[in-house]
């Protein structure tokens, strides 16, 4: 398996899917979130939320591909009627391409709770894994990920705290959530694991 020499590290080719808006401020600088559409091969598309500095802005333009370079973060969000994890894409580096889409993402962490495997409707095996993956400044990431089939089973046989390496594409897809105004719609983000071993 092709390893970075990080612990984190996410490839993405595609669009601009809004403006971007501001979200916080951190050591004098300000950040933005703006959504970031990849189509998958079968043409369908993910958009996902890139956080990115302001100093990026101005390499953003209406219509322009973008290549990003960045790691896959997660926080607990407050905001909203229930607690929930919200992951992004901290950019790195942002430029303009005409490349194809991409979606890549190359993680090494630690298993931080106990596999679950299940079975679809369709009764094909999926496996979900949470990973605690380590930054800098004593902070981790913790970051769902799923596998199917073969690797589904493999996977559902590894413990709470051994460390895995992992490789697959970041995907989004809808769900419905009761609320207190009944059916709310939310996207959820996830790891969809293509390769993946112990270490």
């Known amino acids: 398996m092709e390893t970075s020499s990080r612990d984190n590290e996410v490839l993405l080719c595609g669009m601009p899917a809004g403006e971007p808006l501001y979200s916080h401020s951190a050591r004098a600088e300000n950040f933005y979130t703006l959504p970031f ?8 598309a993910d958009t996902l939320n890139l956080t990115l500095r302001e100093s990026m802005l101005k390499r953003l333009e209406p ?9 896959l973060r997660s926080f607990n969000s407050r905001r909203a009627e229930w607690p929930r994890l919200v992951i992004t894409v901290f950019v790195r580096e942002l430029e303009r391409t005409q490349a194809e889409d991409e ?22 095996d999926i496996c979900d894994l949470i990973l605690a993956v380590n930054r800098p400044y004593a902070r ?29 594409r970041i995907q989004s897809r809808l769900y419905r959530k009761l609320g207190e105004n009944g059916l709310v719609e939310r996207t959820a983000f996830e790891v969809s694991v293509s390769r993946a071993e112990k270490l």
Do not use: F, H, Q
């Open 37 to 44: 559409t990849v189509r998958r091969l079968s043409l369908s």
């Open 63 to 71: 219509g322009g591909r973008l290549a990003v370079r960045g790691e």
């Open 103 to 124: 979606n890549r993402v190359l993680l090494r962490g630690t298993l931080c709770k106990p596999p679950n495997l299940r079975r679809t409707p369709m009764g094909r």
């Open 140 to 168: 981790s990431d913790y970051l769902p990920c799923i596998c199917w089939g073969r690797l589904a089973r493999e996977s559902a046989r590894w413990t709470v705290g051994e460390r895995v390496a992992l490789e697959g």
